[in-house]
């Protein structure tokens, strides 16, 4: 794997060290009826190489948190701590520094550009952080995917899947420290799901990242190392499935 | 369901449910439609109202089916008889006299008729106490006073009002009615004064007729039979040995067609540029609304709406937008051509037919729905085109038209462009102005076709670059956009330069406020007083005094004139009496060949001929020419020829003679003067007017005040209807960045997720955009450039001087077009606002 070389920090990062910290984070919304309190102190923490499930009803602030804990979204109160960053208090320039050098992010709904293809997709991040050969490191990385024979093909015409094939490329291509992916097989048929999910869960074990899972889907949180209910904005549970370091030792 | 018959009813249903949900989607391109449809239709209506006005109403212009006019004296009474042998004959005579009432007195333009008059067409009187008048009871005799219709103007000037009395000449008229309306008033000339109209017998006896002063007789002629050709024919078969003007309906109110003519082009080509632009932006904005509509469509194809339903329904819709567009630009249209044509044909004193507008109205209400059905076909069939599962997918994307479609639009717009160019008073120039406006369209897609092509080529590291020349890099559509922006800065530009042209033609055709003050009529015993009036008040000065008369060529070299003439379009220099004087010292005018006459020169006459009467013969110094001034004829030797500037108002002659022998023979003089203030004229205006009443006193100062006036007015016009096409662009221009606004914000969150700072994305759009709005500033501005010089000078003949604000404006346009598309698919692409964000990528 080129990315995990190429772009982690010198002094390999230990499986301990925690990527994501949460605490007390709050977050509202505000709405013509007044603020809507949608996290309403939730406490987390996440150590890279790690994958964490989320789950919960719909509306209990899942979305939410992904943007929080992204930078897309500036918490209300408490505080967020990824990969030594404070978001609270991180200005615009800062989060989206973070985004583009250590965070990547999957949504349910793609989120490709339609104007650009497979290939040209993937290889943005590198772009944007300025890298040599982004060409060669973003084919690998199709390929990866399984979408070899896909990569001058523009999003309209990928199916559904494949356009979360090359969602997830994109996210991992850069050799993020954390990968946030908010229901990335919400919109796929179980086994295209099971086959997204399975790429991006060898991804992230072979780059040692942090990964945060939204999923509806019981048997994929299962999959994951730690599942982490949330309910009305709070944390109502948290299981732990088996230990990373022990389960990458075993792999 | 199935097919188009069984298809109506529930499109009926459609349309219904679709219209009470409000087509407010459609506003923009209401908008565009009735702004585009405001200035065609205005345009149209009143350039069909006053050309119809000009071209039916020749005769009444003319005041009969032929007219012949001699200045100073009137025909001979046996030729008189001769020509009333032929129909019925109309004496008028005009001359320059002074009205006065008190103290009070100013110049009018005075009309003396015979019982005859008109020949043709009403004279129109205002209402007045006792109802209205006719002309016959106005001017008749009523207890010893004639009577008298003047303008309205003299009434305000010298403080009068209907039954109030006045002297003209050495007569006293009773003022009967207002005049409003004279049929012949367009074969008058510059009229320096209001009119002021009285019976034969009155003129005669005030002494109008035989005064020394310059008069204009006209004799007009009604075929008794209706055969204006053989009247013509027979007319001109009298010969007489005096030259004549001999004019048909065809030269009546020459001077007013030709500047109708120029400003119905000029008017005419901003609205063929308005249609353009506007049928562009309802092009753009008719797929900004099917675009939103893909979704929609998608849920209507699902539930199994065939595609002839949908395009039907959206057809129907668009439809009734456009109806509602035109009706609304035309409506506004009517009221102004209306407004505008009543105020125009008053001021030309013709009557028109309001339903001259209606058909140019009716025109251009066609020309609008061909033009628009042709502008929304690539969207219609776009919309055909959605597949069902459109519904399923995110994009939301008009599919490509059908190339049968698109080529079926182009059609359809072309055919617009064909009826606006057969709307136009010259077809030629409005056929030369379409194809100007196709070839810049070329020209622009081309050049934003090349561009694409070598931004395809280029693989930049960075991301602003990479992105900015990602969006370009599709041939079709940078093409699409570089027409869709650059055609109006094309169109715009040209009619800006073109108007900055005329408006800079207007001014400097403005006399000079030199001199202030023109004295006609001014006797022989009357200059050595004037001259020591004027030299007494060191407040005036400048005072020239030319001698006024009168003489026709008859011949050059020993050859009849006629024969000798080698240019014909000087041959009004040989037709009837041109103006003459007599100068002991040189004029002051410029010399092109030849030399003065010594100041004591006493022997055979010598003759300086203005440039005119030189190109005419081909004339140079020393050959001679033959004239008759006063009834007698004398040859003289050319000693130069002069070049004189029309534009001032001080008194040209064709032919300047040495003194001996015209200074001994009866004449008048005209003297022109300055004055350092206003208040020094006035006073010798009074002064005159106790002193000698017969002096014409012609106010330059007031004159040129109000062609000033006119000619700001004209300015003011031409820049209302250039701002309007800067709407009518911008609109267009709206609806273009609106088009692709909903596929800039997916980017754009595209682009956010994977760490791009707003400010890049914004940099990249503006780049992207930047470099559009650049080649269509260029390529359209140059391209407009070139029809304004071309629209000067061949359409409005006049220089071309498009000022700096023509230079300018295209760019600016173009960076507005970037801006705008970079601030609202680079900036405010990305939401702002808490929540906003998470809402869109989750959502
Ligand atoms: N911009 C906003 N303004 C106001 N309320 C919002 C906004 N965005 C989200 N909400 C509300 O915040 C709550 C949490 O939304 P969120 O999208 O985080 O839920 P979720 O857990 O991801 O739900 P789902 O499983 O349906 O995706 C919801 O009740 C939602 O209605
Ligand atoms: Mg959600």
């Given amino acids: 794997m080129h990315a995990p070389e190429t772009s ?19 977050l509202s919304y505000p709405s013509p009826e007044g603020e809507i309190a949608v996290l309403r102190g939730v406490d987390l923490a996440v150590r890279a190489g790690e994958i964490v499930a989320v789950t919960g009803p719909s509306g209990s602030g899942k979305s939410s948190l992904i943007a929080v804990v992204g930078g897309l979204e500036t918490p209300t109160g408490g505080s967020v701590r990824v990969l030594g960053t404070a978001l609270e208090s991180a200005d615009e320039r800062t989060r989206t520094a973070l985004r583009r050098r250590d965070i990547g992010i ?11 293809t497979a290939l040209e997709n993937v290889a943005l991040p590198l772009v944007l952080a300025g890298e040599e050969g982004g060409e060669a490191a973003a084919q690998a990385m199709l390929r990866e995917v399984g979408l070899g024979h896909r990569m001058s093909h523009r999003p309209s015409s990928l199916s559904g899947g494949e356009q979360q094939r090359v969602a997830v490329a994109r996210a991992f291509v850069a050799g993020p420290r954390l990968v946030l992916a908010d229901e990335p097989t919400g919109n796929l048929d179980r086994r295209t799901g099971e086959h997204v999910a399975q790429v991006m869960f060898s991804l992230t074990r072979a780059s040692g990242a942090a990964l945060v899972l939204v999923t509806h889907d019981e048997a994929l949180a299962r999959a994951c190392d730690r599942i982490v209910a949330i309910d009305e904005g709070r944390i109502v549970e948290e299981r732990v499935v088996r230990d990373p370091v022990a389960a990458g030792a075993r792999g | 369901m199935s097919g188009a018959s069984s298809g109506i009813s529930p499109l009926r249903r459609l349309v219904r449910a679709e219209l009470a949900a409000g087509i407010a989607g459609l506003r923009l391109f209401i908008a565009c439609v009735a702004i585009a449809a405001f200035m065609l239709g205005a345009v149209w209506m009143l350039g069909a109202g006053l050309s119809r006005a000009l071209s039916e109403n020749g005769t009444i212009m003319l005041g009969g089916d032929v007219a012949v006019e001699v200045v100073n004296a009137p025909l001979d009474a046996d030729l008189v008889v001769r020509l009333a042998d032929l129909g019925t004959l109309s004496e008028v005579s005009e001359l320059r006299s002074t009205a006065i009432a008190g103290d009070a007195r100013t110049p009018v333009e005075a009309k003396v008729v015979d019982d005859a008059y008109p020949l043709v067409g009403e004279i129109a009187l205002a209402q007045s106490a006792d109802g209205v008048p006719t002309l016959a009871e106005a001017l008749s005799e009523r207890e010893g006073l004639p009577g008298t219709v003047v303008e309205p103007a003299l009434l305000s000037r010298l403080g009068l009002s209907v039954g109030d009395t006045m002297t003209l000449g050495g007569g ?27 019976s034969e017998a009155a003129g005669r006896a005030a002494g109008l007729l035989s005064s020394q002063g310059l008069v204009d007789y006209r004799y007009r002629l009604r075929a008794d039979d209706g055969d204006a050709q053989a009247l013509a024919a ?29 400003v119905t082009t000029f008017l005419g080509i901003a609205a063929m540029v308005a249609l353009a632009i506007g049928l562009t932006g309802a092009w753009a904005a008719s797929r900004v609304w099917i675009g939103r509509r893909v979704r929609t469509i998608a849920l209507y194809r699902l539930s199994g709406a065939e595609p002839g339903l949908v395009v039907a329904l959206h057809g129907v819709l668009v439809a009734i937008a456009a109806g509602i567009g035109i009706a609304l630009g035309l409506a506004g249209a009517g009221v102004l051509a209306f407004v505008l044509m009543d105020l125009l044909a008053a001021r030309l004193h013709l009557p028109w037919q309001p339903a001259a507008l209606a058909s140019a109205g009716a025109l251009a209400a066609l020309t609008l729905a061909i033009g628009i059905a042709g502008a929304c076909a690539s969207a219609l069939s776009g919309a055909a085109r959605t597949p069902p599962g459109a519904a399923m997918r995110s994009a939301d994307t008009i599919p490509t038209p059908r190339p049968r479609d698109a080529a079926l639009g182009a059609a359809a717009i072309a055919a617009a462009i064909l009826l606006a160019i057969l709307g136009l008073p010259d077809e030629i120039l409005a056929a030369t102005a379409a194809f100007g406006l196709v070839l810049a369209a070329a020209l622009l897609a081309g050049a934003g076709w090349l561009v694409a092509r070598a931004a395809a080529r280029v693989k930049p590291r960075g991301f602003v670059a990479r992105v900015a020349l990602q969006g370009l890099d599709d041939p079709a559509k940078a093409a699409m956009r570089a027409v869709a922006i650059g055609i109006g800065i094309a169109g715009i530009t040209a009619v800006v330069g073109a108007q900055r042209s005329l408006d800079t033609a207007l001014r400097a055709e403005l006399p000079d406020r030199i001199p202030d003050l023109v004295l006609l009529d001014v006797q022989q015993a009357g200059i050595g007083p004037l001259t020591a009036r004027v030299e007494a008040d060191p407040l005036l000065g400048g005072l020239q005094a030319s001698p006024f008369m009168r003489a026709t060529i008859t011949a050059v070299n020993g050859v009849p004139a006629a024969e000798a003439l080698v240019r014909e379009d000087k041959d009004w220099v040989i037709s009837g009496d041109r103006s003459f004087a ?40 020393g050959d001679t020419l033959t004239f008759s001034v006063l009834g007698r004829s004398f040859t003289a030797e050319v000693a130069n020829i002069r ?49 000698a009443p017969g002096v014409t006193a012609i106010d330059v100062r007031r004159i040129v005040d109000d062609l000033t006036r006119v000619v700001e007015g004209a300015g003011l016009a031409s820049l209302a209807i250039a701002g309007l096409l800067l709407v009518v662009g911008a609109l267009a221009l709206t609806a273009i960045v609106a088009a692709d606004v909903d596929s800039r914000e ?13 400010r890049e994305i914004a940099a990249a759009r503006l780049a992207e955009a930047g470099t559009i709005g650049a080649l269509a500033a260029l390529v359209g501005g140059g391209a407009g450039l070139a029809g304004s010089f071309w629209l000067a000078s061949a359409g409005l003949r006049v220089d071309f001087a498009p000022g700096i604000v023509a230079l300018v404006l295209p760019l600016a346009l173009g960076l507005a077009a970037a801006l705008a598309a970079g601030i609202v698919g680079g900036l405010g692409a990305a939401p702002r606002g808490r929540g906003q964000l998470v809402r869109r990528l989750a959502g």
Wanted: hydrophobic letters at 50%; proline letters at 10%.
């Fill in chain 2, 582 to 621: 007599w100068a002991a010292e040189p004029t002051g005018a410029e010399l092109l060949g030849g030399a003065w006459w010594p100041v004591d020169y006493a022997g055979p006459p010598l003759v300086s001929a203005e440039e005119d009467v030189q190109e005419a013969f081909d004339l140079v110094p």
């Fill in chain 1, 8 to 26: 982690f920090p010198p002094s390999p990062a230990k499986p301990s060290d925690v990527v994501v910290s949460l605490v007390d984070l709050r």
């Fill in chain 1, 106 to 116: 999957v949504f349910q709904a793609y989120h490709l550009v339609p104007a650009m």
């Fill in chain 2, 234 to 262: 027979a007319v001109a078969a009298l010969e007489p040995e005096r030259g004549w003007e001999l004019e048909t309906p065809a030269d009546a109110g020459d001077r007013v067609r030709e500047t109708v003519a120029r």
């Fill in chain 2, 172 to 198: 006293t008229f009773e003022i009967r009615a207002v005049l409003l309306r004279e049929p012949d008033r367009l074969s008058a000339g510059f009229l320096v004064g209001p009119r002021v109209i009285v």
């Fill in chain 2, 643 to 691: 070049m004189e500037y029309h534009r001032t108002f001080r008194p040209e002659f064709l032919l300047v003679a040495s003194p001996v022998p015209f200074r001994d023979a009866p004449h008048s003089w005209i003297v022109t003067l300055e004055g350092e203030t206003d208040a020094a004229v006035d006073a010798l205006v009074a002064d005159l007017a106790r002193d």
């Fill in chain 2, 746 to 758: 997916r980017q754009a969150l595209a682009f956010t997720l994977v760490g791009a700072s707003r």
